[in-house]
């Protein structure tokens, strides 16, 4: 068919015009450049396990001076509140009826021993006449039973003669340990008594003394298996180390040692006693007082770090980071964490050294993504976990 000149025109600029719009439709966009985002490259490095937990601190001997002598009490020898030594007297109870009983004692002794030469004496000039039948058998064999009388007489006299002595040495109110003493709890005139209720003071030996805290069973199990599996070394050769933070915030200075832990785990708190003896050579640390108690329990010698703000967590719950791979494209990737060190988690699962792992610009990227990687530099944490 053949068209007016016209129509051909008008045909003609409707083709063009749709060539032209079909040409601006298959041109694409340009790509966008690749999102720039933080990495941290991870690297394996020892970790010390510890463990925080609040404890008491306990005097390693405590002892009550308590009269073993009825009596009224002489003098106090001793300064309240001073280091007394083992052996030191603190009191002096009444002597006297004492020293009289251990005098009757010492007499009646020495009134045996008298008593035993005469019978020894007997005995001897017996002998030879009952063998010349000048005297009968019945008088050699009472004066042999009357010989051996004799010695236990004396036997018996030397025992009064020691419980007097014992007694007597009972008015001298000993330390029974050394440390240091409290306030005296009965004052010259008072009668101290067998068996009364109160003490005459206390004395406590403060250097070292005990830290008892309570650590959660599951805990001491997990560490066993821990070490038991490799993952840990054990921190000492025979007991772990332990630092106490006292309760006005500071460190106390010098570290102490893990002494046992109770072989029973209480029902009511599931938690196991754990008792760390302490040097108290200042005495700065005394009985009753609440401390945090470090517990460095052993050393994981490849731990990864990985910063907290690059772990997430799934509509599940469990923690996930984004890993740039050799191609710098990201993907997710499921992970196990242990405990906290500073601002850092240490990854127990699902990572391993030399990955990289995305710190910043998570907002930005998703799995597959092509991304601009930039090593971010590690911040040093302090080492340890709080339990």
Partial sequence: MTYPRPHRAVLLAACASLALAGCKRQAAP???PPQQV???TLSAAPFSVTTDLPGRTEAIEIAQVRPQVNGVIQKRLFVEGSDVTAGQQLYQIDPSAYQATYDAAKAQLQHAQAARVTAQAKLDRYGPLVRAHAVS?????DATAAAREADAD???AHANVESAMV?????RVLSPISGRIGRSLMTVGALATVGQTSSLSVVTRLDPIYVDVNLPATRLLELRRELQQGRLQRAGQDAATVTLTLEDGSTYEQPGRLEFSEVNVDETTATVVVR???PNAAHMLLPGMYVHARLEEGVDPSALRVPQEAVTRNS???PTVMVVGADNKVSIRGITTGPAAGGDWIVTAGLKAGERVVVSGLQKIHPGDTVSPTEVAAQPAPQGKAG
């Fill in 38 to 40: 933080g990495v941290r």
């Fill in 30 to 32: 340009p790509a966008p």
């Fill in 316 to 318: 599940h719950g469990d």
């Fill in 137 to 141: 058998r019945q008088d050699y064999d």
């Fill in 154 to 156: 004396i036997a018996q």
């Fill in 167 to 171: 007694n007597l040495n009972y008015t």
């Fill in 276 to 278: 760390a003896i302490m």
